[in-house]
Every structure is written in C-alpha cells, then in structure tokens.
C-alpha cells in the first residue's frame, strides 16, 4: 500500500505568489506531495483554515491572515509555517509556539535588500550625486555646481548601526570593507562578536554623538518604541546623515520632522508612521531638499524575493525529510523580533 502524500498548503495571494515563486521553486514545491492553491487572488483567514485541513506544512507570506490561536488544535497534523516574508511576531501567536508549532522565515534573505539599499543612500548622500544631476540638468555652470555639492569619502565616516539583526550585520559586513569606523548599538550583540564582526560597541548617546551616518535596525519593543526622540536627535552632529530602513515607530517623527526642518541634519527615509505616505504628507515637501524618501522598498528585490520563496520550499523539504531547518524561529526570538 502506497504512502500517502503530505499535503502542503500556500497561504500566498496571488500577487505574493508571483512575486516569491518563479518556475524551480513552484515545480520542487509541487514536487514534495499535495499542495493546494488558494482559488481567488486573494486569501482571508477562511480559506487559510479550509487549506490548512490535513496540512503538514503551509507556505506564508506578505498578504496572509494571521493564525488564531486555535489553529493547530483544528489541525493537529499542522507541523510548520514556512514564512517567505519577515517578522511573523503577528502572523503567528506564541500561544502556537507553545503547542509545538515550527516556524521559519525568510528574513536572513531580506538582509541582503536592505544592506545594499542602506549603502546605497550613504553613498549617496556622502556623494550627493543626486544634486550634482539636478543642478547641471538646471543649467548650473560646470566648475559652479561642483563647488556647491561637497564631496565626502564614506570610508573615512563614522556609521552607527542600531541594531543587531540580520539586516544589521548585512550592513556592517558591507561598510566595513569602506574603511568606515562602524558602531554598533545592541544590548545582545558581545565583545567576541563585534570583534568578529570589525566593529564597537557602544551605547546609544554615544553613537548617535559620535556618528556621521545612523542607520537603524532595532525591532519595535516597549523599550525601542520612539527611542529617537528631541533629545536623541539633538545629539547629532550637524551635517549628520539620518537613515531609517526598519521601522517609524523607533522614531517620534514630529521630532524628526522638525530636526529636518531646521536643516541641520540630512535624513533617507523608507518607513513611515501613515503608509502610503498622504499626498499632504510634510515629507513630500519638495522644499525639505535635505531628505530622500522612499516608498518602504528598501527590501524589495526581484532576486531576493525569489530566494525568500526557495529558501521556504527548502525548509518545506528538510520538514518532510526530517531534516534539520535552517531558518527556524525560535519562541525566544519571537520576543525580541521586529
């Protein structure tokens, strides 16, 4: 008698899917037993619960419904979420955890994304590239425009990195080879490990006192939430290049806001408190020149969407071979995640 096929679930909206599976990962996907598909292009937490019946695994992603509490109770069988996104601090409750659920997630993958994006907009502004265009294009003359713009080598800067993560190592392992003097704020991230890393800790005053370029990668905590605020901000030196790729509830942004104003600081923004940013929103100003914003995209590349997707069909397989994950999201790291 034949064994009968694990039963594999996609809770991904049909924009999702297009967007993480390409042809490899659906046909290994469609490979491992019986996966069903969502009908619609949409899914609500409905046709996750019809899915999810008999399911040993489920693939997750951006557009899913968060799990109830309850899930694994209906389906006891239910064994893994393998997320191609991110955080799943709300997609899938501890109380989960605690029954024995698995989770793994794709946000090493993400990594990749952000870092790049980050160095991207210090080079940039440290460049200011971006002027340079706009003012030639104006009709600036030659040697004029490059006296205005100064020209600043981001090797020899001081970074802050605002937490440890995933993302903010993928960061320092690309300043570093700059030449930058890189310090880090994490109250988890060791001596040892910094060293390994090429960088300083340091307390957050102090980076922020120290620094020409902040980045942020701290996930939103009770202790984390606004931790930049007037104080914080003042802090910073003037010319300071201002970077926030992770999240805008790290910021109080009327402070923020009235800092940019004041033009002492330059700020690249991609995260914000209303999103999509309002039409009316100050920070489409175009007389606030010393901001770059960006519609949350820091994370969004095409190649590293498709490796969230495989890495999730990936684990799917080590799952179902009783192989050990490379991705899992331990209950512990439920609690200190973005």
């Not at 899915?51 to 693939?59: D, E, F, M, P, R």
């Not at 020899?156 to 993560?165: E, H, K, L, M, S």
């Not at 109250?187 to 890393?197: F, G, I, M």
Request: hydrophobic share 50%; net charge negative.
């Amino acid at each position: 008698m034949s064994r009968q096929a694990p039963v594999i679930a996609v809770l991904l909206t049909e924009k999702t899917r297009r967007m993480m599976l390409d042809d490899a990962a659906t046909a290994e996907l469609n490979a491992l037993g019986d996966v069903r598909w969502p009908a619609g292009a949409t899914i609500d937490a409905a046709d996750a619960d019809r899915l999810l019946q008999g399911a040993t695994a489920c693939l997750t992603g951006w557009g899913t419904p968060p799990f109830d509490a309850a899930a694994r109770q209906r389906h006891p069988q239910f064994a893994l979420v393998a997320h191609s996104a991110g955080s799943v601090r709300t997609l899938v409750p501890a109380r989960l955890f605690d029954d024995g659920l698995r989770v793994s997630h794709a946000a090493s993958k993400i990594a990749a994304s952000v870092a790049e994006f980050v160095v991207a907009e210090a080079l940039l502004a440290m460049r200011g590239i971006h002027r340079l265009h706009h003012a030639l294009r104006g009709g600036g003359e030659w040697l004029d425009v490059r006296a205005a713009v100064p020209q600043k080598l981001l090797g020899a800067r001081t970074v802050a990195i605002i937490g440890a993560g995933y993302v903010g190592r993928a960061v320092m392992r690309l300043l570093v080879p700059f030449g930058c003097r890189v310090l880090v704020v994490d109250p988890y991230l060791n001596d040892s490990e910094a060293a390994a890393l090429g960088v300083v800790r340091t307390g957050l005053d102090d980076a922020l006192a120290q620094s020409d370029v902040i980045s942020l990668h701290a996930p939103v905590l009770p202790e984390t939430r606004r931790m930049i605020g007037a104080r914080e901000l003042a802090l910073l030196r003037s010319g300071a290049l201002f970077i926030n790729t992770a999240r805008a509830e790290l910021v109080d942004e009327a402070s923020l806001l009235a800092e940019l104003r004041s033009g002492r600081i330059e700020a690249a923004l991609d995260v914000f408190d209303k999103e999509p940013l309002p039409q009316d929103s100050p920070f489409r100003d175009a007389a606030l020149a010393n901001v770059t914003i960006s519609p949350h995209a820091a994370g969004h590349t095409e190649e590293v969407h498709f490796a969230q997707g495989q890495a999730m069909v990936n684990e799917i397989g080590r799952l179902l071979r009783e192989e050990p994950l490379q991705h899992e999201v331990s209950r512990a790291m439920l609690e200190r995640m973005a």
